[in-house]
């Protein structure tokens, strides 16, 4: 089943049923949960717990810069519009002082197994400053020689020059946002990107030698059309990238008042959606990819697709990868670390991670220290995400024994296969894999939360 490539068809009564507001599960617990009371000295005294695992464990780095030349209006991202090149000096200064709070705390532990900067855009910083920023952070830590060391990019910004660079610095892999080529959707998302631009970049990395080159698509934006989207598949498709990632459009306009601008009453309805994702997973079966966890894609010689057979796929903040480190040290504005069993996330404003770190400590807003119980769930969430199998363990029949009689109705949907301790979800249930994991989410019982985009 785990390389089954057949799309799923759920009726009308099952769409019904399972489109609810839920998480997509980066984390657990899930950030609504995370605690302002969480702060500089928690993260600290977890920083230094990570430290004392030993010098030979590697850790994950990310590094977020949050600029944007222009805001395109679905964005969900934390990110600042800026023309002035300047802006990212600053930045950047702030990120290295940062980095050396995180160096005293961390002791001899410097051995990086991957590296990730996101976004924002990375290639808003020029040449010079992406150089600076690389120099400074490979002062402290040294990536391994087999290193996965990621970069997102925006096509319509990066010139061959900055890819080249990157390239040069030790990058070799390479995400680029694309979302859709339709005209009439990119005016009204405020997101111009050509086809051209798009693969002249494209063919470029490849030169290059990045691997697992990687587009990003959204579905469920306004104006999509299932003959428009057709279109947009068979231009990605002639493109032929390593990895496609198809992201569930997510309008939060309470939340993201920027999303207001787009006409809400273009979004497609929720079938239409679920159709536009069927219909890119009917495309990208039939030009032979493998789905990958819930949303993601890629040729069958990629690591991910591999790893994913052997059922040892991982995943963190940055997506799905198969060099996940026991802990991810996060840097910059919003920048979310996972270390020492907690989550810790950073302030947004620049005024106040500025400030933060001119005090002389860390810029944390809120964060986690994960209970055994949350850990245990978590590991299980994360099998289910990425693997869509999890072996419980006689143990876990035992202390899930009221989510396995929850869960019941779910297999009686087809979702869900159990057998003795091992629960395998179907090609139908990976479409709702975040309605069954929410089975296993200690922390949405305990009150209605309606902050979640919906599942579908
Ligand atoms: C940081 S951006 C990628 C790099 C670069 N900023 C760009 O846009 O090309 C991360 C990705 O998140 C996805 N994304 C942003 N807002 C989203 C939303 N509201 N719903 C779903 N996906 C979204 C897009 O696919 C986008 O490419
Ligand atoms: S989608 Fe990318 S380029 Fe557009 S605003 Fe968001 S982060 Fe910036």
Known sequence: MRASLEIPTPSEELMRRYDVAGPRYTSYPTAPEWQHAFGTTDYAERLEAAGAVGADEPLSLYVHLPFC???????????VISKEQEAADVYIDYLLKELEQVEARLGSRRKLAQVHWGGGTPTFLSEAQLERLWRGLTR??????????????????????????LRQLGFNRVSMGLQDFD??????????????????????????????????????????????????????LSLRPDRLAVYSFAFIPEVLKHQRRMPAEALPDARTKLGLFRSAWAAFAEAGYRPIGMDHFAVP????????????????F?????????????LGSTGISDVGGAYAQNVRSLPRYYERIDAGGFATERGIRLTEDDRRRRALITQLMCNFWVDLGEEGVRDFAPELERLRPLEEDGLVLREGSQLEVTPLGRLFVRNVAMVFDAYLRRAERPRFSRTV
């Open 69 to 79: 030349r222009s805001l395109c209006w679905y964005c969900g991202c934390n990110v």
């Open 140 to 165: 402290h830590f040294s990536p391994l020689p087999d290193a996965e060391v990621a970069v997102e990019v925006h096509p319509a910004i990066t010139t061959p020059e900055q890819l080249t660079l």
């Open 183 to 236: 005209p009439r959707v990119q005016e009204v998302t405020h997101r111009i990107q050509s086809f051209e631009q798009t693969k002249a970049l494209l063919e470029h990395a490849r030169e290059l030698g990045f691997s697992g080159v990687n587009f990003d698509l959204i579905y469920g934006l306004p104006h999509q059309t299932p003959e428009s989207w057709a279109r947009t598949l068979e231009q990605v």
């Open 301 to 316: 010689e990629d690591e991910l697709a591999r790893a994913q057979e052997r059922r040892v796929l991982g995943r963190n």
């Open 318 to 330: 940055q997506g799905y990868t198969v060099k996940a480190a026991s802990d991810v040290v996060a």
